[in-house]
């Protein structure tokens, strides 16, 4: 998809933003009656409200937060200082705010509860100054929720992480994340193949330099799970003679096998890195609006869990690390299978 240039980008989307919002405000009775005679149809409990409500919330979250970054823009000396030290922190309290205002919204309209395990990290310890203890996440790919989840739980209070992260270039349609993730040490690629930039370049960049307070995120699959993309790769690797490989892929059923070279790029770029691996279930079969909308998930425990290794334990050798990359995600395969519904 060929994305309009940032200049038009940065007037028109904020623009669409506010005239939504102004508009729902101004059409909201009519709006709520709408929606609540649409949700004697609609499957679930007052189906059409909840999701007005929650759009309704995420409008009035992006308004907020591009008000937030023209003030910041000015503040900065009119984008002089935006890349300094004081102004990134500004940057991720403002999504920190965003992050927890959107996932307690959806907690209490959609009714959704989350459960954690798993051997978690220590949060920064700031009378340690130097202390390297960055961290590399690894997640599996599954539904449009899992990147909002994770990095709540990475930027929350308990972690209080600044994360890195790559993201698909069709993301910067979205206003706030265009604005803020080129703000901050973010990177948008096309994932064509044919014409998209070196990922792995992309994330050994990001990796380097990172301090106690950073942690990059990673989605070594790819992309979202599904059946189909799982044959799809499996079958790539055979007619890449990675034969191993496609036959460990072979015996995971709930996970697509992961891509090792990001994971690689990023260990060489920052050796020093704890390695988090995250698996998570109750979104994945939501994966295009059309099944977020027939299958909106309501009053549904959503299980989060997490092994933390830290970088005494990551093995040496490009290929002891794929091994190893390919024995955990066999890990999250396994407790996926045992912990999902249904």
Not at 9 to 33: H, M, N, S, T, Y
Not at 178 to 206: K, M, S
Request: charged share 20%; with cysteine.
């Amino acid at each position: 998809m060929r994305m309009p240039p940032r200049s038009v980008r940065r007037i028109v989307g904020p623009a669409v933003i506010f005239l939504a919002g102004v508009g729902g405000v101004l059409l909201l009775p009519v709006l709520a009656v709408t929606a609540a005679v649409a949700s004697v149809w609609l499957p679930g409990r007052w189906r059409g409200l909840r999701l007005l409500g929650f759009v309704l919330v995420w409008l009035a979250v992006e308004m907020v937060a591009l008000a937030a970054a023209l003030a910041l823009w000015v503040g900065s000396g009119f984008g002089l200082l935006l890349r300094t030290r004081v102004f990134r922190r500004a940057h991720y309290a403002v999504l920190r705010l965003v992050l927890d205002t959107v996932v307690d919204a959806a907690q209490v309209l959609f009714r959704l509860r989350l459960e954690t395990d798993g051997v978690s990290w220590s949060p920064v310890d700031d009378g340690v100054p130097g202390s390297e203890n960055a961290m590399l996440v690894l997640s599996r790919h599954a539904g449009p929720g899992d990147s909002v989840l994770l990095l709540h739980t990475l930027m929350n209070r308990d972690h209080r992480r600044q994360p890195r992260i790559v993201l698909k270039d069709t993301l910067q349609l979205d206003p706030m994340i265009d604005v803020y993730l080129h703000r901050l040490p973010a990177r948008f690629i096309d994932p064509t193949p044919t014409v998209g930039d070196d990922a792995e370049a992309i994330i050994g960049t990001l990796a380097g330099g990172m301090g106690e307070e950073d942690a990059l995120l990673i989605f070594p699959e790819g992309g979202n799970f599904s059946p189909k993309r799982r044959l799809r790769a499996i079958l790539r690797l055979r007619q890449r003679g990675h034969a191993a490989h496609a036959d460990a892929a072979e015996r995971m059923w709930h996970v697509l096998p992961p891509r090792p070279g990001g994971v690689i790029a990023a260990i060489e770029a920052a050796p020093y890195v704890d390695v988090v691996f995250v698996a998570h279930t109750g979104l994945e079969h939501l994966c295009t609006v059309a099944d977020i909308w027939r299958e909106l998930p309501v009053d549904k425990t959503l299980h989060l869990r997490w092994w933390f290794v830290p970088a005494a334990d990551v093995p040496a050798g490009h290929a002891a690390q794929i091994v190893w990359l390919y024995e955990r995600w066999a890990d999250i395969d396994g407790w996926i299978a045992a912990t999902k519904a249904p």
